[in-house]
């Protein structure tokens, strides 16, 4: 398909609404967005597994999920990252002596090794269901992307794991990938496997964890809800999430 653009849309803070639902003038704006020949992708933290209730309230078939570790393209996936199990042993080990849950994602499950106040927290923080407890499905199933669930001890994982990268995305718990997996790096991955090098990008977000995602866009969109490192790189802040930010920046690019 020749499209006019290519629309890549954080989740939360950003596409949903403080309840973690779409409302209907942004799904509104989805289908109007396919219409004039933008191709619509989630780019979230979280796998699909946790958000099919998204994906059919916008009628998504893209995404960029796990931070960037895994890339689906209308019903089809065309990348993905996997972390090895040498060093989702270590890991387990570092949570184990930590005293931390440890979480385990790929694009069909999630799981984890045990519940405590941090990961209920985690979960709820998100409007997410709590994870299977399942320690060693690792050993049978592909992982992407691992979480630590605790509000401290980052820096004990950082220097313990310098072939990973790590996403602190709420109070609760820390997104792990492979070194330089980002949504950015996704985003150009994307582009490069569809050969849509001349194709317009927009990235929209609001946290930390998508300073990658709108440095790799061509036009930058933060969020009015947007942190300030966000607002300060934008080409455009629009309104919150609150307040249909999404479709009132679409409107400005004229893409809807």
């Known amino acids: 398909m020749n499209y006019r653009g290519i629309a890549f849309f954080d989740l939360d803070g950003t596409l949903l609404n403080e309840n973690s639902q779409v409302s209907s003038a942004v799904a509104n704006g989805m289908d109007r967005l396919r219409d004039n020949q933008i191709l619509p992708v989630i780019a979230t933290g979280r796998t699909e597994a946790e958000i099919p209730q998204i994906l059919n309230d916008t009628k998504i078939t893209s995404n960029i ?75 049978k199933r592909e992982v992407n992307m691992l979480l ?39 985003v150009r991955k994307l582009i490069e496997i569809l050969q849509l090098e001349n194709v317009p990008t927009y990235g929209f977000g609001d946290g930390l964890n998508d300073l990658a995602l709108l440095e790799a866009c061509d036009y930058k969109i933060a969020m009015g809800n947007a942190k300030k490192e966000l607002k300060e790189m934008a080409d455009f802040i629009t309104l919150t999430n609150q307040e249909d930010g999404i479709v009132h920046a679409l409107k400005t690019f004229d893409l809807i």
């Open 65 to 139: 999920v796990m931070n960037g570790s895994f890339i689906r393209v209308n019903g089809d996936i065309i990348h993905r990252e996997i972390i090895d199990k040498t060093t989702i042993e270590k890991m387990l080990q570092l949570t184990k002596e930590n005293q931390q849950p440890l979480a385990f994602y790929n694009h069909s499950n999630y799981w984890a090794t045990q519940h405590n106040d941090d990961l209920v927290n985690a979960y709820q923080y998100i409007h997410s269901q709590l994870p299977e407890i399942n320690p060693n499905a690792y050993l």
């Open 148 to 186: 630590v669930l605790g509000q401290d001890k980052d820096e004990t994982y950082h220097e313990a794991f310098p072939e990973l990268t790590f996403y602190r995305n709420g109070p609760y718990s820390i997104d792990i990938v492979k070194k330089n997996v980002s949504k950015g790096q996704a």
